[in-house]
């Protein structure tokens, strides 16, 4: 399996920002889709994000001008801008590549009041 790191997770008030980083070996995250996912405390994974091979993106509607999923200048690295960060965020961040079942440790990210 290729070895995928999430990172870029912390702590933030309510209205504030992270970056999260996806990261894998060769050129996996250039050449395909990189999906973004979270999973709060006794929840449920939940998709948030997606960038294709070619650039383009979608979102979940819970994150939806919120959120903002691109590729680095070297097409190395997928991140994940979240800005205007609400308590319901609190979550691990996972990222996928090529839609299998291959994931990362995780990077949490948590907001308060």
């Known amino acids: 399996q290729v070895q995928l790191v999430e990172s870029g997770g912390g702590f933030v008030q309510t209205g504030g920002s992270l970056r999260l980083f996806c990261t894998a070996s060769?050129?996996?995250?250039?050449?395909?889709?990189v999906d973004w996912y979270r999973q709060g405390s006794n929840s449920e994974r939940e998709w948030i994000a997606r960038?294709?091979?070619?650039?383009?993106?979608a979102y979940a509607d819970s994150v939806k001008g919120r959120f903002i999923i691109a590729r680095d200048g070297t097409r190395n690295t997928v991140y994940v801008q979240m800005n205007n960060l609400k308590p319901e965020d609190t979550a691990v961040y996972y990222c996928?590549?090529?839609?299998?079942?291959?994931w990362g440790q995780g990077t949490q990210v948590t907001v308060s009041s």
């Open positions: 996928n590549i090529g839609e299998t079942d291959n």
């Open positions: 060769g050129s996996f995250v250039k050449d395909n889709t």
């Open positions: 960038i294709t091979a070619d650039g383009g993106t």
